[in-house]
């Protein structure tokens, strides 16, 4: 069975300096990996994902990961953090048959 | 494009009573739906896949006869609780999946808080 581990259950920045969210997987095969915030009250967002292609993954509001084999991690990334990026972000991995298998997330504080 | 709906957003009940969430797919059909439950500071967990006009197949351990699935067309699916308890208060999450990108990717709804008192 496929499984994610996020390393921080809570991140804490300043803003403008960068984001860091830790993601390790287990996978049996190739895995589809996902990056979701969810805000408040508000639905989850896919920001990015990798599917076998580019290792290196961009997302919606500046947001990276990139995909390490090696060390079955997909880290999250971003250069300079806003205020507005405070939320909860869920690493999350794809079974066969379109499952997703999502990890115990990690809230993104940002101080002014 | 791609949203999904959820109604209600928020549900109290009284123990004993029967509660269906709605989860629509607003502008695009949706062969299969997700329902996920999260519980407060926990991750979503997968409660069952629906497809449309066959039967819901449950995860490990959630009780089909507690938790009615119904997806009676490609933009609607139903979650019914059953006989609500208080342990049953949870924060239900629906997605609906479709073709994009060269792969399906799940659209999540706003969720339905339900709370029994």
């Known amino acids: 069975a496929q499984s994610v581990t996020q390393l921080d259950s809570h991140v804490s920045v300043s803003e403008g300096t960068p984001v860091l969210l830790r993601c390790n997987y287990s996978?049996?095969?190739?895995?589809?990996l996902f990056w979701y915030v969810q805000h408040p009250n508000k639905g989850l967002q896919l920001l990015l994902k990798?599917?076998?292609?580019?290792?290196l993954v961009k997302g919606i509001n500046g947001f990276e990961a990139e995909f390490k084999k090696s060390e079955t991690s997909f880290h999250l990334t971003k250069p300079s953090a806003h205020m507005s990026d405070a939320a909860e972000y869920f690493c999350v991995v794809s079974e066969r048959g379109n499952k997703l298998v999502f990890g115990a997330g990690t809230i993104l504080r940002v101080k002014s | 494009g791609a949203v999904v709906s959820q109604h209600p957003s928020r549900v109290i009940c009284k123990s004993g009573t029967s509660v269906k969430i709605e989860c629509r797919s607003l502008d695009f059909q949706a062969t299969t739906m997700f329902w996920y439950r999260q519980f407060p500071k926990q991750s979503l967990m997968l409660m069952a896949t629906?497809?449309?006009?066959?039967?819901?197949?449950?995860e490990q351990g959630v009780e089909k006869d507690k938790f009615l699935i119904n997806h009676a067309s490609l933009t609607l699916s139903t979650l019914t609780v059953t006989s609500a308890h208080p342990e049953d208060s949870s924060f239900y999450i629906c997605s609906a999946s479709t073709w994009r990108g060269g792969y399906n990717e799940q659209f999540f709804g706003p969720g339905t808080r339900l709370t029994v008192l």
């Open positions: 996978s049996s095969y190739s895995p589809s």
């Open positions: 629906s497809n449309e006009g066959s039967k819901a197949t449950y």
């Open positions: 990798y599917t076998s292609a580019a290792t």
